[in-house]
């Protein structure tokens, strides 16, 4: 998998009075009923079904029933366009830590609901978002995570923000990991079970050989599918928050 867009890629100032509605909304399209909303949900559609590389202003007018050129009366482009689809997708996630009571519960129903996000929108992982272009969406997710976690005593904001941002960096690499497992199923090659058959022979050949001790002494079921990796990262991490927390309102020895 490979980036192939980058957030704030266009015209930011732009971008920002689209999201923001501070910009002229365009008078009534050649189209009745053609909206900033529709077109932006278009593309989101479009995406899902088959990658952002098949997101383009002639696809989503395509798939609207008018002409490409209707759509830049609402926006200059697709770089435009891919800042309100991540901004849009945000909103998924409103309510989400309505329930938590702690900020450990906080923060454990962010990185599954931000997880769900990329399963379902796996496209967003082939976006470079390094510098993201801050919409409402984007901004009330934020500010509503820094609310359910304003109880972690003794944290600067600085490290408020570093919490989130290691969150967020796990929940995506394991995303990643799920979405290049789900491309490789769809590839047209072979399937898992195929896959780790064609190198069953080689393995365990090697594994009798005596070079990998530790290897060959792992349980039958060490590389099980089964097993909730993501619930076990998460909780360790969660586990040093807390720890973190301990010591600087003096419930654990800093040492």
């Known amino acids: 998998m490979t980036t192939s867009e980058s957030s704030g890629g266009g015209d930011v100032s732009r971008s920002l009075e689209l999201l923001w509605g501070t910009g002229e909304r365009p008078t009534r399209g050649p189209k009745p009923g053609l909206t900033l909303e529709r077109i932006v949900a278009t593309a989101v559609v479009v995406a899902d079904a088959e990658g952002l590389e098949a997101v383009s202003m002639r696809r989503v007018s395509t798939e609207l029933g008018t002409g490409a050129m209707s759509l830049y009366r609402y926006l200059p482009g697709k770089a435009e366009l891919l800042d309100l689809m991540l901004d849009q997708v945000q909103a998924e996630g409103e309510g989400t830590l309505e329930e938590a009571r702690t900020w450990r519960e906080a923060l454990h129903a962010a990185a599954h609901a931000s997880l769900a996000l990329y399963h379902r929108h ?3 992982l082939h ?117 973190l927390v301990a010591s600087r309102s003096g419930r654990l020895d800093a040492g």
Request: aromatic letters at 8%.
């Open 122 to 124: 796996p496209w967003l």
């Open 127 to 243: 976006v470079n978002q390094a510098r993201p272009v801050m919409g409402p969406h984007a901004v009330r997710a934020l500010e509503q995570t820094l609310a359910h976690i304003q109880d972690m005593e003794g944290l600067s904001d600085q490290e408020l923000m570093s919490v989130i941002i290691t969150v967020e960096g796990y929940v995506t690499g394991v995303a990643r990991t799920h979405v290049h497992a789900v491309e490789a199923q769809h590839s047209g090659a072979m399937s898992p079970e195929e896959f780790w058959q064609a190198q069953t022979p080689v393995l365990a050949q090697a594994m009798a050989s005596g070079s990998y001790p530790l290897m060959a002494a792992l349980d039958e079921d060490a590389f099980a599918g089964d097993v909730d990796h993501f619930g076990f990262g998460l909780r360790c991490l969660l586990d040093g928050f807390e720890a």
